[in-house]
């Protein structure tokens, strides 16, 4: 283990400490100040339907209305694909009469890591299309932008939502046929026709031998309506931007959405809700800074999971249910939900119990880690008793002056707080780990080994005395498995990615050829 986690040089390594009132207060240092880079980074990709497929394709190909328009790549070589595909989308909504709006196509957002603007903007933006089709078999049409502050590196990806038939179904008409305004087919002439025997305005006729109804491609790709269709094209834009990424700890994973942990959400361009979204995300963090806290502190993981299932997933879902969405209301369901959880972490900071015995390096490492998280929540603990009190300072005082004064001392203890359950995140990641909570199931497992290995080295030792023959490996093979979940902790997205750029880099082949 590193100097930074020795007894005598903890305090020196993360935080600094100011003397106040209440006792020693860890400070901390500038590297804990960054709080977007010490959360896990996560892929962003976003599905939408597309109402207007042309208006559309024109916005993310045209420099005139892009900040930074870097390149376009489509797969279709028919110049009239996407005509065809809109007016094959529209005839079908019609001859079905379907509500709302006629879905012309779908578009995917992906968000890139900054550091593929290094590479060339062709062979970033083909080897995400060529992946997509290659899994999905439809045609695409994307584009490349960075947005006006140079700070938001993306594709526009469009794809239809129909494949190609092999062969095209082409219907002659065998007699004049006519259809009415809306597209359907009338039996007689009459049935669109005025007063005065005139086609009304509208209505077509298409003549005997004319080509009434052609269709080209095969019915909607139902897979692109489901939810299990956006997690697997997640998980496939990621591949294909760590493919990318040279520097192994800035490479990106799809959020675990039944990890304890909230997701925040991406504010777009010109977004009217920019500043609710804003405020979401940052309650949202709170959350995830809390669900730290008490991981560390021993708050089980299943019983994390029941408070934001009861507390926050239930309660938005019949929020809305009964009211519609008021945005208004998700922060103090969230809120509601941090209080139930500090609650939970404050009854887990029960007495420590007692060391192990065991002296072995390879759980003494993850002790030592340890120890440090409940050193860093025992300082938040103590926060939180200060925040109480100054509270309910806050509620007697009269004068207005001293009111603004206390507030502002209240603000910064909260702060301080956060910038503490911060560092909780950035301390494991220091040592390898993804997030907290993967770092206290690798300990919890090692913590388990240990006591059963304790169990089983008192026999060992009981037949040593009464000199017994016993198996001498009893202490290489904890070792051995200690050393296995330590590893599989901190590398097991590592051993995931290897294994998808394999997957990659074969559905990559295609692009690479070209270049």
Request: overall charge positive; aromatic content about 8%.
């Amino acid at each position: 283990m590193r100097a930074k986690y020795s007894i005598c040089t903890k305090a020196d390594a993360f935080m600094q400490t100011a003397i106040s009132p209440c006792g020693a207060v860890p400070v901390l240092t500038h590297r804990f100040i960054g709080r977007g880079n010490i959360i896990t980074r996560h892929s962003f990709n976003r599905q939408s339907k597309l109402y207007d497929l042309a208006g559309r394709i024109d916005y993310i190909r045209n420099p005139d209305r892009q900040e930074h328009l870097y390149t376009t790549y489509c797969t279709a070589n028919d110049r009239d694909f996407w005509t065809e595909l809109i007016e094959e989308n529209q005839r079908e909504f019609h001859k079905y009469n379907c509500g709302g709006k006629c879905v012309e196509a779908r578009e995917w957002i992906i968000a890139l890591e900054e550091s593929l603007a290094q590479e060339d903007p062709d062979k970033i933006i083909r080897a995400f299309v060529d992946a997509f089709k290659e899994k999905y078999g439809v045609e695409c049409v994307a584009a490349l932008h960075h947005d006006k502050s140079k700070t938001n590196y993306h594709i526009h990806l469009i794809f239809a939502d129909r494949k190609l038939l092999a062969e095209p179904v082409i219907k002659v008409a065998e007699r004049r046929m006519y259809y009415d305004e809306q597209g359907r087919h009338s039996r007689t002439k009459k049935a669109v026709c005025d007063s005065d025997g005139r086609l009304r305005e509208g209505c077509t006729v298409i003549e005997k031998g004319e080509v009434y109804e052609k269709t080209i491609f095969a019915g909607k790709v139902e897979h692109f309506k489901e939810k299990a269709f956006q997690e697997e094209v997640k998980q496939l834009f990621t591949e294909v931007n760590n493919r990318f990424i040279k520097d192994k700890s800035r490479r990106l994973q799809v959020f675990d959405r039944d990890s304890v942990y909230l997701p925040t959400k991406k504010i777009g361009k010109n977004n009217p809700r920019e500043e609710q979204i804003k405020a979401d995300n940052a309650v949202r963090q709170e959350w995830n800074r809390a669900a730290d806290g008490a991981l560390v502190s021993g708050v089980p993981e299943k019983d994390i999971m029941v408070v934001k299932h009861k507390q926050i997933s239930r309660e938005i879902r019949d929020s809305i249910h009964k009211a519609g969405n008021q945005p208004g209301l998700f922060a103090n369901v969230i809120k509601r939900a941090i209080e139930t959880l500090r609650g939970l972490t404050r009854a887990a900071q029960v007495p420590k119990k007692p060391k192990l015995t065991v002296d072995l390096k390879e759980f003494r490492e993850m002790g030592t880690l340890k120890e440090l998280l409940d050193l860093i929540q025992g300082q938040i603990a103590k926060l939180d008793k200060r925040i109480t009190a100054k509270q309910a300072y806050i509620d007697k005082l009269t004068y207005p002056w001293k009111k603004v004064k206390a507030l502002k001392e209240l603000s910064e203890l909260v702060n301080r707080r956060a910038a503490l359950e911060d560092s909780l995140a950035e301390t494991v990641k220091q040592e390898g780990y993804s997030n907290v909570q993967r770092f206290m199931k690798t300990y919890q497992r090692s913590l388990a080994a240990i006591r059963q290995y304790e169990k089983e080295y008192a026999v060992y030792k009981e037949a040593v005395e009464k000199g017994l023959v016993v198996d001498p490996e009893v202490k290489v093979s904890i070792r051995r498995q200690l050393r296995e979940f330590r590893e599989e902790g901190k590398r097991l997205e590592q051993h995931k990615e290897k294994e998808k750029e394999k997957i990659v880099n074969s559905k990559c082949k295609l692009f690479e050829s070209r270049d």
